[in-house]
């Protein structure tokens, strides 16, 4: 059974995002108030008029679809991907044929939590366009690996049987730091992190078959992003996932001339995007992109990834200055040797799909909001974006704890004692906390009808009364903080509760979905896991689901 928007079950908990501190506006507005960023936007996600609307504009499209497909069929050749991932790729060769896509970084071993959350979010959005709009739809999942920030994919964070939190590493093979990400192959430090990883697992029935393909994918001498790639295949290629490796040369033809018009039409780009940004502050709203004036939104792929910046009639790249005909010369010769910044890859990647949705995390939906002008210079039909499902798994000893207690997650986040405090405070005796409140302000009340006496008798006074009610203040406080002590001395079973309750929502003081790579869940939960949050956890803009596994 699905359960409704927003209603909680037995096993999940609903929570508005916005009582989250890091949700920003932006995110809060396009889910619960999207008539004040439409502008901004090419449709509510929340009505059925836009997804029809958005199959229309991707259908109307031509498409290079069979060589697009040609070249995801060899990517998933060598990575032996699922027949059913084959397949739905196969569909895609269809001009009716839809897609909802989704990406992220090749984080070893999956990436954190969220990833899949992002995944789960598109193949359920696909299954939904195919259910009530009666056309084929494919969710893909695109892997952004021309960034060469190694530091953002080499760990992945898991905690151990006694819920302490530890990284993971691949450590930094030859090329990393300095190669885009696909570019660099994993050495033999792969093992030894995987090795590690078993050490720090507690061992479960789903463990063997995990390392098992863990150790598969995540080979010596295998590319970080085909390593990414074939791990995701085995968790979610038999739900129809197709995976695409971005960095693929083979398919850089296919949007050559969006390179060639971003060069000629060199910082366009830049500008509209600012502007759009400048808009959204106006309206109270942050903008998550400033681009400089100089900014090409292309990298120069040539070993390393340099950015390229306009010069007057000729470019930079890096400390080298190249005159414009040499570089279209180059772009339309070897486009292979380009990639996308952040500004255009949206539109590469919807020039190559047929795409009528993005599911985005929020922070990627506050550039998103900035591309619309962007998506219409290229000519390209701008898709609807959804935010992806966001989740805490918890075990049933947390759940009952944040329920009994109706204690707000957020709470758990500070990486101190106030929240446990505040909570014991409210468990003891009645009669305990009204008594010290009481006796703080008749202190008060004496000490300042004192403090207002005594200069008739010698003006000095009133600073010594002042002093010592200060210190009498401050004895009443430790007092308290004593009384709190004792209460946690009592009901040290409740401080525990709480503690198991905080080393799972937020390890390290972070919130989980971004911070245990879901290896550890998969590990914990087996299979059984996936169809768990396929089929329980509703699509619901808003919602944070907390979930007991």
Not at 97 to 115: E, Y
Not at 158 to 186: I, K, Q
Not at 371 to 400: C, E, H, I, W
Not at 408 to 414: C, G, R, S
């Amino acid at each position: 059974m699905i359960p409704q928007p927003g209603v909680a079950t037995t096993a999940s908990l609903p929570v508005d995002i916005r009582r989250f501190p890091w949700i920003r506006p932006l995110a809060a507005d396009y889910a619960f108030a999207y008539e004040r960023l439409e502008s901004f936007f090419s449709g509510n996600p929340q009505s059925p008029a836009a997804w029809t609307a958005a199959i229309a504009r991707a259908q109307g499209v031509t498409r290079q679809r069979d060589r697009i497909v040609d070249v995801i069929a060899a990517q998933q050749e060598r990575r032996g991907a699922p027949a059913a991932s084959r397949a739905a790729l196969q569909t895609m060769r269809d001009g009716k044929t839809v897609a909802v896509l989704t990406g992220q970084q090749a984080g070893v071993f999956g990436g954190p939590l969220f990833t899949l959350l992002k995944a789960l979010t598109a193949i359920r959005l696909a299954e939904q366009v195919r259910r009530e709009h009666r056309v084929p739809a494919v969710a893909v999942f695109w892997i952004d690996a021309e960034d060469h920030d190694w530091d953002e994919v080499k760990a992945c964070s898991v905690l151990d049987g006694d819920l302490g939190h530890h990284t993971v590493s691949v450590g930094n093979p030859v090329g990393a730091h300095e190669r885009p990400v696909a570019r660099v192959a994993l050495d033999a430090a792969t093992d030894t992190a995987i090795a590690e990883l078993e050490r720090l697992l507690t061992p479960t029935e789903f463990t063997p078959a995990l390392l098992a393909q863990l150790r598969k994918a995540y080979r010596p001498g295998q590319g970080t992003a085909d390593a990414f790639g074939q791990w995701l295949e085995s968790v979610l290629g038999d739900r129809g996932l197709i995976v695409y490796d971005a960095s693929d040369p083979a398919a850089k033809p296919l949007v050559g001339h969006l390179f060639t018009q971003e060069l000629e039409q060199a910082g366009a780009t830049g500008r509209a995007v600012a502007e759009v940004g400048d808009a959204l502050r106006e309206r109270g709203y942050h903008a998550q992109l400033t681009p400089h004036a100089d900014s090409v939104a292309l990298f120069h792929l040539d070993g390393g990834r340099e950015p390229i910046r306009s010069d007057g009639d000729s470019f930079r790249i890096g400390d080298t200055r190249v005159d414009k005909p040499a570089l279209l010369g180059e772009v339309r010769t070897h486009p292979e040797a380009f990639s996308p910044n952040v500004m255009l890859r949206p539109i590469v990647q919807d020039t190559l799909f047929p795409t009528i949705c993005y599911v985005a995390g929020p922070n990627e939906l506050a550039y998103l909001g900035q591309l619309k002008p962007v998506y219409a210079a290229f000519g390209v039909p701008m898709p609807l974006m959804f935010q992806r499902l966001t989740a805490t798994l918890v075990d049933s000893n947390a759940m009952r704890f944040l329920t009994r207690h109706e204690f707000p997650i957020e709470q758990l986040q500070a990486q101190d004692e106030s929240a446990l405090n505040e909570l014991l405070a409210s468990h003891l005796p009645p009669g305990v906390e009204t008594s010290i409140e009481q006796a703080g302000r008749m202190l008060r009340e004496r000490m300042e009808a004192l403090a207002a006496a005594v200069p008739q008798i010698d003006p000095t006074l009133e600073g010594a009364t002042r002093s010592t009610l200060g210190r009498m203040e401050d004895d009443l406080k430790k007092l308290h903080g004593k009384v709190i002590q004792a209460a946690k001395r009592k009901d040290e079973t409740l401080r525990r509760q709480f503690q198991h309750a905080q080393a799972q929502a937020f390890p390290a003081g972070h919130p989980q979905e971004r911070e245990i790579g879901f290896v550890y869940f998969l590990n914990k939960y087996g299979p059984p896991l996936i169809d768990r949050l396929s089929h329980e956890l509703a699509l619901d803009m808003g919602t944070h689901w907390v979930v007991t596994v």
